[in-house]
């Protein structure tokens, strides 16, 4: 009787010492997983527009994403962009009903952003607002374009929007840039340059200077000009959009109006001009070349032009987008943070 007693006993204590150590190991695990979930990789891209923000895990899989106002500083002020970036990882972190100590590093790329003294307003601006060892970097929207379309690896995206600018990343990590002096000096090949050559062009057949012709034509059906005064009230009206003159300038060149097609045709040229730039600059061929921006990224008569001039290039291979600059910023973050913690 004695010895089933002692063997009951002996097998609850055994039992419950078991449970004991089987729960200190499940808390551990909980909270080392807890941990490891629970800090976010942030990449942001900051535009005119629109301030976009992904929440990513420690490999750099995209979790969540948040939209807010724009965020280029130059346009809308320092603070002013702070608060919008702040505002969308607020957002995030709501959502995922998180705290900003959750947070591994932030990286943002915002337009105005691509000189060094403007970056560092920005991220000081930041750091003001955040808690106290905030791990954020602040780079320029080009850079984290550049970071996502290639997904990390060498080569060079062309950007022909409202601007051009051309940024190329070698086998070191190297990072070279030719263009993007804005609209006063550069610029050359993007959608502002187009529409200021089509509206000089324009004006002179307006008053004489040059021979009347399609383009004419077709732009005064388009815009309603039918004299000089017309087309000075369209251009100095405040809400005119110049770079958007490209798009008709294209349409224009797709409908056979040679004026149209001589003007692409010469800025074209311009890019062509900083891919070879960039090519020599970086000497790492053959050079890998994704176009980016809305004039040259979708297909149109300008876009066409421009890939069959970049065809005859030597050492230069026309490759697709392969993400988002969000997605760029989140890959930058990714391995800036893996080096932070390899020399802890």
Do not use: W
Not at 106 to 131: F, M, N, Q, T, W
Not at 180 to 204: H, M, P, Q
Not at 266 to 287: A, D, G, R, V, W
Not at 290 to 295: Q, R, T
């Amino acid at each position: 009787m004695n010895r089933t007693a002692n063997k009951f006993n002996y097998s609850f204590e055994y039992d419950l010492t078991s449970i004991y150590y089987l729960i200190r190991i499940l808390f551990i695990f909980e909270i080392n997983c807890s941990d490891e979930i629970m800090k976010y990789i942030v990449g942001i891209d900051g535009g005119g527009t629109k301030t976009i923000c992904i929440f990513a895990d420690k490999s750099g899989n995209s979790l969540f994403e948040t939209i807010g106002g724009p965020s280029n500083f130059l346009i809308i002020g320092t603070d002013n962009a702070a608060l919008t970036i702040l505002s969308v990882i607020q957002s995030g972190l709501h959502k995922l009903s998180a705290s900003v100590e959750d947070i591994s590093i932030i990286l943002c790329g915002v337009a105005g952003a691509g000189r060094k003294y403007h970056s560092d307003s920005l991220r000081e601006s930041l750091i003001k607002k955040l808690p106290e060892n905030s791990n954020i970097f602040v780079e320029s929207d080009a850079r984290i374009a550049l970071e996502g379309a290639l997904a990390g690896n060498p080569g060079a995206i062309l950007i022909s929007g409202t601007g051009s600018v051309i940024f190329g990343k070698d086998d070191s990590g190297k990072v070279f840039r030719a263009g993007g002096f804005g609209r006063a000096i550069g610029d050359e090949g993007g959608g502002y340059s187009i529409g200021v050559k089509t509206l000089t062009l324009i004006s002179k057949m307006i008053d004489g200077r040059e021979t009347k012709g399609e383009l004419l034509q077709d732009f005064s059906t388009i815009f309603q000009i039918n004299n000089e005064d017309d087309l000075i009230s369209l251009v100095h009206n405040p809400g005119f959009d110049i770079p958007s003159i490209a798009m008709f300038t294209i349409r224009s060149a797709e409908k056979g109006i040679a004026e149209a097609a001589r003007i692409l045709d010469e800025e074209s040229n311009e890019l062509i001009k900083h891919i070879t730039s960039i090519k020599y600059k970086m000497n790492n061929l053959p050079l890998k070349l994704v176009l980016i921006g809305s004039l040259i990224e979708n297909r149109n008569y300008y876009s066409q032009l421009l890939i069959k001039k970049i065809d005859r290039l030597e050492d230069v291979e026309l490759t697709k987008k392969q993400f988002s600059p969000e997605m760029g910023a989140v890959l930058m973050a990714k391995r800036i943070l893996s080096e932070q913690q390899s020399l802890q």
